[in-house]
């Protein structure tokens, strides 16, 4: 079956402290993977996604296909950074359909 | 670019009513958009996958005679929520499909008393 799994509901860590935000997929084939951010009151964002391998405000996310993990990485976290944070698939051949995690409440605290 | 608007942002109605949302895509051309829900703490619920100029498609569960969706040209899909109970107060979400991912209308705020 497919699924992407977002372990922690609630993430809290201060400011200048690294973040790691889970995210573990079930898809049997290869599948494309994507963070999306949605900040307070903001509509939902795309973050990152796998196969572009940018940075973008500092995160990034490596697809590990052993592990079958695409974790959310920031060394440094800011308070801005304060938000939910999706992981999501997109399996072949499915017009962009997305399957997507529970999501993570990011706090980050002064 | 990749924007898309939904209206309106909220809305409340009685029971019994229909409410019509609208998702556009402002400076590009979806031919498929999704609608989702979402309730409070709660991921995005897909709904239902909009297709220009043919019948959407619903996932399980979704009954598409309470939640009709036309999708009549290349920027806009309507989500038609008949009937209305209590129940189906929730926040419902668009997305259009751009050319490396969806793209997030902000939401309607749908209230049924």
């Known amino acids: 079956a497919q699924r992407v799994t977002q372990p922690e509901k609630l993430l809290s860590v201060f400011k200048g402290a690294p973040v790691e935000l889970k995210c573990n997929y079930s898809?049997?084939?290869?599948?494309?993977l994507f963070w999306y951010v949605q900040y307070s009151r903001q509509r939902l964002q795309l973050l990152l996604r796998h196969i572009s391998r940018e940075s973008i405000k500092g995160f990034t996310a490596d697809l590990n296909k052993g592990e079958t993990s695409f974790h959310l990485k920031k060394p440094f976290a800011q308070e801005e950074d304060s938000a939910m944070y999706y992981c999501?698939?997109?399996?072949?051949?499915?017009?962009?359909?997305?399957?997507w995690g529970a999501g993570t409440k990011l706090i980050i605290k002064p | 670019g990749a924007v898309v608007s939904q209206h309106p942002s909220w809305v409340i109605c009685k029971s019994g009513t229909s409410v019509k949302i609208e998702c556009r895509s402002l400076d590009f051309q979806a031919t498929t958009m999704f609608w989702y829900r979402q309730f409070p703490k709660q991921s995005l619920m897909l709904m239902a996958t909009?297709?220009?100029?043919?019948?959407?498609?619903?996932e399980q569960g979704v009954e598409k005679d309470k939640f009709l969706i036309n999708h009549a040209s290349l920027t806009l899909s309507t989500l038609t929520v008949t009937s209305a109970h209590p129940e189906d107060s929730s926040f419902y979400i668009c997305?259009?499909?751009?050319?490396?991912?969806?793209?997030f209308g902000p939401g309607t705020r749908l209230l049924v008393l």
């Open positions: 999501a698939l997109t399996p072949m051949d499915s017009n962009y359909q997305l399957i």
């Open positions: 997305s259009a499909k751009g050319q490396e991912t969806q793209y």
């Open positions: 898809y049997s084939g290869s599948p494309e």
């Open positions: 909009s297709n220009e100029g043919s019948k959407a498609t619903y």
